[in-house]
């Protein structure tokens, strides 16, 4: 099993739509988790750290399930400006060594 | 925020040549930096964590000898790819983490071509 799963996508949607993602992740020790956004041929940026009473971001919401060991974003009220992948990461537990998932890809349209 | 450039932003060269890829923290102090290496429509891998004054830190399968790393100053680390091939040509791009050591600030990346 990966370290960080996700579902590449890509998850094509209209304006105004609302979409989630989900994460998984295999090392229960792991503490900390992101979400970052890396458009085409550029670096990564944070979108928000992941904590465990989740947190939001005006249309960003992050959740966290430790139970499960999966963490989710929902994007509310979709801008064609959001397209980009989405990258989950966890740091290793015990550790601040980054893992990332492979990405997902959201592609907004008009 | 903290900003981490890297240089260069493209490089081609030619089979059997060593490249090297300059990471910076420009308004910070960063012991440690992390590099990657990001395949089309893949995942970034992390190669190794580079730490300042000591040796780095590779992951499984990568050669420590082909990718070579120093971390001299609490703001530079490079990479040098030796000997480079066409199955090196890839996009490396470096991180730091922020003073909590969680989020990481990433290079704008280096976009490496071996002919």
């Known amino acids: 099993r990966k370290e960080v799963e996700q579902d590449p996508g890509p998850f094509n949607v209209p304006e105004g739509a609302t979409v989630a993602f989900n994460c998984t992740y295999s090392n229960s020790a792991s503490q900390s988790f992101f979400w970052y956004r890396q458009d085409c041929r550029k670096e990564p940026k944070l979108l928000m750290s992941v904590y465990s009473s989740g947190n939001e971001d005006g249309r960003f919401t992050a959740q966290l399930n430790r139970a499960s060991q999966y963490i989710s974003l929902l994007i509310r009220d979709s801008k064609l400006s959001d397209s980009a992948t989405y990258l989950c990461v966890v740091n290793r537990g015990g550790s601040y060594i980054p893992t990332f998932g492979r990405g997902t890809s959201l592609i907004v349209h008009p | 925020g903290a900003v981490v450039s890297q240089h260069p932003s493209w490089v081609i060269c030619k089979s059997g040549t060593s490249v090297k890829i300059e990471c910076r923290s420009l308004?910070?102090?960063?012991?440690?930096m992390f590099w990657y290496r990001q395949f089309p429509k893949q995942s970034l891998m992390l190669m190794a964590t580079s730490n300042e004054g000591s040796k780095a830190t590779y992951e499984q399968g990568v050669e420590k000898d082909k990718f070579l790393i120093n971390h001299a100053s609490l703001t530079l680390s490079t990479l040098t790819v030796t000997s480079a091939h066409p199955e090196d040509s890839s996009f490396y791009i470096c991180?730091?983490?922020?003073?909590?050591?969680?989020?990481?600030?990433f290079g704008p990346g280096t976009r490496l071509t071996v002919t």
């Open positions: 308004d910070f102090q960063a012991t440690t």
């Open positions: 991180s730091a983490p922020g003073t909590g050591h969680e989020e990481q600030y």
